[in-house]
């Protein structure tokens, strides 16, 4: 699958809604459901500066289920503990990522992603994000 076309666009913060889900803000306990997505909230915690939270999250995406564009109010760090991503991030060119691979979204900027195989893929990502706003926003 090639993220880099029209149904990443057209698809308003579908499948996974930032991999962690709109409802979800930076001080909240427990994200939303969303369907062929399994999050869960590993650590979170005050900090690293007043202001803002770090959240550390593993998500489970299942076969086919594509991520939406989106946003966040500050920066991801991720790591494929299984399966493969295509992660394309705006401003640069798709990654397609494998278990072993990190990866970093520099806040604000918009990035899409989906697994790029017929199998699950999990994640961890890291988050120091701004207090009080949603994790993941639509772009």
């Known amino acids: 699958m090639n993220l880099n076309r029209r149904n990443i666009v057209g698809c308003a913060l579908c499948a996974v809604s930032g991999l962690i889900a709109t409802s979800v803000s930076a001080q909240s306990t427990a994200p939303a459901a969303t369907p062929g997505v399994t999050r ?13 939270v770090t959240i550390i999250v593993e998500a489970e995406i299942g076969p086919g289920v594509v ?14 503990i299984e399966g493969g991503l295509d992660l ?50 639509p772009a």
């Open 40 to 52: 869960k909230i590993l650590s979170q915690t005050d900090g690293p500066v007043p202001g803002y």
């Open 88 to 137: 394309p991030v705006q401003g640069q060119p798709t990654r397609t990522l494998k278990p072993g691979d990190a990866f970093q979204v520099p806040a604000g900027t918009p990035h899409a992603g989906g697994p790029n195989g017929g199998t699950k893929t999990r994640i961890s990502s890291t988050y120091v994000v701004e207090k009080g706003k949603p994790l993941a926003s």
């Open 67 to 80: 991520v939406a564009r989106h946003t966040h109010p500050g920066i991801e760090s991720g790591y494929v």
